[in-house]
């Protein structure tokens, strides 16, 4: 003879915490038939057991539709969590990795450091003279960025430049003297780390840009309203 199976799905040994129970002999036997068809605003009352203090006391529970069928899946479907998942993890390394982006944004962007500004670069030239060729640096800008030199400011207005121009103005070139000299190294240093920082923050607006769109997916729509389009969508089976 068949084992009668609970007519909504519980495992009525679970529920009841009996091994062995059947749904002929639980005391929801005559309930769990009718959750399907109830209403939005209907209740039953639901049997079940707990451990208090190694002691297996019945309660009974009022539910309605909706939570029975939580109850039912929280018990038999494997519920999982953001843990379980492996979101919190993958949270918790994001917020590391952010902690981490932080500290090397502020050993970048320390007091004693220099950092170049956008489009100003280092060049090498070659100056010739008499007794020979020797390599020199110089940091560039696009545009005239840089105050001009003391020494070319006063010869501005003492009027020795041919423009004569009747205020300072601003230079496209510092010169940075030889390969080793330290105005060389801490002025390309300088263009290495903006470049870095410029490489975080591209980084970072990739990664806000992606966060924000799988926010948006995640919140809406309803996951509700979802599901019941794909339940209107999903085909009839062959033989139903």
Request: hydrophobic share 40%; charged share 25%; glycine share 4%.
């Given at each position: 003879?068949?084992?009668?199976?609970?007519?909504?799905?519980?495992?009525?040994?679970?529920?009841?915490?009996?091994p062995?129970?059947?749904?002929?002999?639980?005391?929801?036997?005559?309930?769990?038939?009718?959750?399907?068809?109830?209403?939005?605003?209907?209740?039953?009352?639901?049997?079940?057991?707990?451990?208090?203090?190694?002691?297996?006391?019945?309660?009974?529970?009022?539910?309605?539709?909706?939570?029975?069928?939580?109850?039912?899946?929280?018990?038999?479907?494997?519920?999982?969590?953001?843990?379980?998942?492996?979101?919190?993890?993958?949270?918790?390394?994001?917020?590391?990795?952010?902690?981490?982006?932080?500290?090397?944004?502020?050993?970048?962007?320390s007091?004693?450091?220099?950092?170049?500004?956008?489009?100003?670069?280092?060049?090498?030239?070659?100056?010739?003279?008499?007794?020979?060729?020797?390599?020199?640096?110089?940091?560039?800008s696009?545009?005239?960025?840089?105050?001009?030199?003391?020494?070319e400011?006063?010869?501005?207005?003492?009027?020795?430049?041919?423009?004569?121009?009747?205020?300072?103005?601003?230079?496209?070139?510092?010169?940075?003297?030889?390969?080793y000299?330290?105005?060389?190294?801490?002025?390309?240093?300088?263009?290495?780390?903006?470049?870095?920082?410029?490489?975080?923050?591209?980084?970072?607006?990739?990664?806000?840009?992606?966060?924000?769109?799988?926010?948006?997916?995640?919140?809406?729509?309803?996951?509700?309203?979802?599901?019941?389009?794909?339940?209107?969508?999903?085909?009839?089976e062959?033989?139903?």
């Open positions: 003879m068949p084992i009668r199976m609970c007519a909504y799905g519980f495992s009525c040994a679970s529920m009841m915490m009996a062995g129970l059947t749904a002929e002999d639980c005391p929801n036997k005559n309930i769990c038939g009718t959750i399907r068809q109830l209403t939005e605003e209907d209740r039953v009352e639901l049997h079940y057991a707990r451990i208090e203090n190694n002691v297996r006391t019945i309660d009974t529970i009022i539910t309605n539709r909706r939570d029975a069928a939580l109850y039912l899946l929280s018990t038999r479907a494997c519920p999982q969590t953001p843990a379980s998942l492996g979101v919190t993890a993958t949270l918790a390394r994001l917020c590391s990795t952010l902690s981490l982006i932080e500290e090397t944004i502020a050993q970048l962007s007091e004693d450091s220099y950092i170049a500004p956008i489009g100003v670069e280092a060049h090498r030239y070659l100056v010739k003279r008499p007794y020979g060729i020797y390599q020199y640096n110089k940091l560039t696009r545009e005239a960025i840089f105050p001009p030199q003391e020494r400011a006063e010869s501005v207005r003492r009027g020795s430049l041919a423009m004569q121009p009747t205020q300072e103005e601003s230079v496209k070139v510092i010169h940075l003297s030889s390969d000299d330290s105005r060389n190294f801490e002025g390309r240093a300088g263009i290495e780390r903006r470049n870095r920082l410029l490489a975080i923050d591209t980084a970072l607006n990739a990664a806000e840009a992606l966060l924000n769109r799988a926010i948006e997916a995640a919140a809406n729509p309803p996951v509700n309203e979802v599901v019941a389009e794909k339940i209107a969508r999903i085909p009839l062959d033989g139903v």
